[in-house]
């Protein structure tokens, strides 16, 4: 089954853990991961300021070991934005149900309903030991699915609740009032642990960037169960983007950053990936074939899986491991055909965060717009007025 849509809403990423002009080592459970600019609240303002000015609707606030606390750096980033929303990233059942009820709310009645709920579960172990949870990633999306329920009631209801669940157990919980907007959750996961989860609770289901087929079968595998239980969801895709006036000149960007890369440093990256609980990013992993190819001097071009899809940042990162690389002409095409699939949503990133964000706004969306699409955020010019547009490098 196929959705076409003509609306599409793009979401940027806020680099909480640094931001580099090459690719960053690591991605979810990693540790000890920075880049060369530091994630100060001036440098996060400049990309914050630039992803408002470029029309992107929220940007997504990472969690974990190597972040800056989301919480608190878009609370910050929130007071110098105007419109700018902040995807952030929650882990349900880590956290009290009853603080998350209460944040959301707060933030929603301080920043004029700005905010959005990434749903995180913790597709790594490790990682969720050093946050002292030491349930197992099936255990994990149980306990989760209860906190949402509660969550979802205290955003939603003014009665009181008392949830007892097989983790969750919470007794008379209301918020103070109710939020003028329920933050909208988008959650993801390929476990059938993850699409069940997905279905029950999310407003919007993400999947990492792969190629239009498989990413089609899964979000059909989560229409379906959602149809089943008499809900609707939005979808969204998940991919870094390298985007430029030529075809050329993308491909140019994507070899200089696959020429930083080191074959030791790919060579144990993949190892420490191979261990993952994590489904999606096996998923993400078969795509390059674990880096098995990988060799000093190799043409990027070589790690394309799909026309205008790129598998080389999942070299060293874990989690999202794709590009969308192209014209923008190439990239709007390539969007459009996820968006005829139902994709609706499109949470990108690219490095830098700050400059590559006007390689979007300037040049994608008016490509996107010649193709009949409405980009939230955005007035349509039309084809004429696209022509000429130049993106900061």
């Given amino acids: 089954m196929t959705s076409n849509t003509s609306q599409l809403t793009l979401h ?51 969690s974990g070991l190597w972040c800056e606390d989301a919480w608190l750096i878009a609370s910050g980033l929130a007071a110098r934005t105007k419109r ?42 490790y990682e969720q030991r050093a946050f002292g949870d030491h349930l197992s990633k099936k255990e994990r999306y149980a306990r989760g699915s209860e906190a949402l329920t ?3 009631h205290l955003w939603k209801n003014p009665e009181p609740i008392t949830f007892q669940g097989e983790y969750i157990n919470i007794e008379g919980a209301q918020l103070k009032e109710l939020p003028e907007v329920a933050p909208p959750v988008m959650i ?74 080191d074959v030791d440093k790919v060579r144990a990256m993949q190892e420490s990936l191979a261990r993952s609980q994590s489904e999606g990013q096996r ?39 794709t590009a969308l690389v192209g014209s923008y002409e190439q990239v709007a095409q390539r969007m459009k055909e ?25 040049g994608v969306v008016p490509e996107l717009q010649k193709l009949g699409i409405t980009v939230a955020n955005h007035e349509h010019h039309g084809a004429a007025e696209g022509e000429d547009n130049n993106a900061a490098n």
Avoid at 19 to 37: F, K, P, V
Avoid at 102 to 113: E, P, R
Avoid at 226 to 237: D, I
């Fill in 12 to 62: 940027w990423f806020l680099p909480t853990y640094g931001d580099s002009r090459g690719i960053m080592a690591g991605g979810l459970g990693t540790q000890n991961m920075h880049g060369e600019r530091e994630a100060t609240m001036d440098y996060l303002t400049q990309v914050v300021e630039a992803a408002e000015h470029n029309g992107f609707e929220s940007v997504l606030t990472p």
């Fill in 84 to 125: 700018l929303k902040f995807l952030i990233a929650v882990r349900p059942g880590l956290v009290s149900p009853t603080m998350i009820g209460q944040q959301g709310q707060t933030f929603q009645k301080l920043f004029d309903n700005r905010l959005l709920i990434n749903v995180v579960i913790g597709g790594e172990d």
């Fill in 150 to 152: 509660v969550t979802d």
């Fill in 188 to 261: 993801s996961g390929s476990s059938p642990e993850g699409i069940e989860c997905s279905a029950q609770h999310g407003d919007v289901y993400l999947t990492w960037g792969e190629p239009p087929a498989p990413a089609g079968e899964k979000i059909a595998k989560v229409r379906d169960r959602a149809t089943e239980l008499g809900r609707e969801l939005g979808y969204g895709l998940r991919v870094h983007i390298i985007a430029r006036p030529t075809e050329e000149e993308a491909w140019c960007e994507a070899q200089r950053l696959v020429d930083a890369l």
């Fill in 283 to 321: 998923r993400m992993q078969e795509l390059h074939g674990m880096g098995s190819d990988f060799r000093d001097g190799i043409d990027a071009r070589e790690l394309e899986i799909y026309p205008n899809l790129w598998a080389g940042i999942g070299l060293v990162r874990s989690g999202t491991g």
């Fill in 338 to 362: 996820y968006m005829d699939l139902g994709f609706d949503n499109f949470v990108l990133s690219g490095y830098p965060h700050l400059e590559e964000t006007y390689q979007v706004g300037e």
